[in-house]
């Protein structure tokens, strides 16, 4: 009988030929890369796996409905200023100006928008604003997952490794856990980030000319995807690179100037969007947060990478405010314990770049906890704006991957695991099926997997709005009148937007320095009439209440104020105006350098004050107020030249002498590198 348990099942220490890297050792025992015929497929398929999970994890949102949105209750004041691409397929240069919310003010001097990343830009362009954003939500994720398996790629681990954290970063809740608050701007700018990051240490790990430019490119595009939060997380991680940056010797390597060059040309490349921001950054006011309330401690931080209890994510428990979009990390605790094990089997020479990731994470997370920032604040007050600390936290995410990723390679080259040969004692073949032990990890891989993405699901619901598109056409005035929706109710904005109409007052992330909204002339509210107003309409069930007493356009006189009529968008308008005496013409849209004014095609003056203005003369006339800012043809220069710039490096193909660090706490004796 043990004959015969020993004949049906063998064990087998062999090393699995479909681990294998292509990597061959040299008679000298120097590790030599060797890429195998079927490589580029391979890593094709990957791609195309993870492409194919990114589908499946947000097709909620490809439904390609322009009247089905996420759930969350911020998404309709959230997306605003993406019409921009609408307002320059209608009227071009117009767009530069967002006439739509409180006042009107540069479309490129919000810095807290995403509208200009390429991967919200182009599908904003192609399919609307809804079905747009929808899809570049699509797009983060498949970024963000894209990152993650370069990370894996760049640190030499194997495709298992790189397939599960990459799938694992799409389904992450520092991503799709965003939008239970709507944070479409979150979520693009932690999947811009990542890139940023992982190019970053590509070129600490290789240091050649094309990852500098690589580099340059991804840091230009986290610079314009907006926020402002993740890229608070980018400068935290600055730091972590030091372990990059020195050899074995603790020698300064070349490759701190490729950083350099990096930072220097995606600021060029970055310059359309910073030029105009810088320039109108005396004008920005937002709400301030000395305290940092809503940050965590930094001991429980660390937590909400294991925490994916949705009842307790919405209580005021642990230092966190109940809102779960900001906490929300979770990729469960099998990533965690493969980082235990990542350590426990790390090899010398790859300490430095597995510093890096550690100090990062514990970098992000002390930010995200408030710490620094509180001290900081002290000599840099313009800090206490970045109220919401705690979503920085998610840049922590792919170092935390990446290094699960290793832990997870580590294990699979480990030798002692065996392989069962089972065949039958009957047979007189010596062939069996063989099967290996390694493949019981694919229970804890998937494990994790599934409960993140059964969490992601919670948050990627949907709801028609069909009934408020209609509603909202009640608000609808005989010309550019300021119109105000329930205030607070951010689900009235996309379809009031979408239709034209200029709202007043509106809940967004700042607002212009020591100016005042522009006052409503038809009121949406549900608690009462407002002063000086009487009932006209209804907004669904919301009574609509209209002040005769405001006008958008109107000339003051020494008798009168006379009513004028306006017409177009944005940075575009046109007021027509008669009157019997000269006097002063006001518009309500909020007066910024780079306005420019015609009466009847002749050039006029305006005058200095918080709303656009001029003289009024007597008789009929037509006014023309254009927005030709001069920012923004500066940064489209420079923007022009870092592009040049990038172009005849990369022709160049410049490469440093030194490509590879050695880590500065090698053991110069140790043994050659595992090639296995």
Known sequence: MAKAIQKAIILNWRWPAWFSRGRLESAQGVAVAVKPPWASRAILVELLIITAWAVWASRPLLDFDPFTW??????????????????????????????????????????????????????????GVIIGTKVAIFLALWIAGLAQWRLAYVLGLGWVARLWSACLAIVGGHLIGRLEGAAVGIIVSTAACTLALVAAIELGLSGQRQATLSFALALAMAIIAGQGYLQLGLISWAPAFLFLLFDSNLKLRPVWREYLLAAGLGLLLASFFLVPVLHFLPNFAKSTDPSFASAQPLEYVPLNLLIRDLDFMGMNVLGKQPFPYMYNLYIGWVPVLLIVIGIRYARRRDYPQLLCLGSGIVLVFAVASGIPLRWLSQWFPTLTGFRFVALIAGLAVPAVLGLAAYGLDQVLRLAWWPQLALRLQSSESDRGILINLRWLLAVPLLWALHTAYDLSQNFLLTEDFRGVYRNVRALQTTDLQWVAAPFGEHFWVEPALAQGLKLSPVVWAWDWNNRLKPEPKLIANRDGPPPDTAEVSVLGDVPIYENNGRNYAYVVTPEEVIACQASGRGGELRVRCETDSEGALFVQENFWNGWRAWRDGEPIDLADGQWLSTRASTGNHEYLFRYQPWDVAVGLVLTLIGAVLVVVLRLKNGRLPQTVPQPALADQDSPPPDTR
């Open 70 to 127: 996420p759930i969350g209750r911020e998404f309709g004041s959230q997306i605003q200023a993406h019409h921009f691409w609408t307002h320059l397929k209608a009227c071009g240069q117009c767009a530069l100006w967002n006439g739509s919310i409180n006042g009107g003010a540069p479309a490129l001097g919000d810095v807290f928008s995403s509208t200009f990343y390429p991967f919200v830009a182009i599908p904003v362009l192609l399919w």
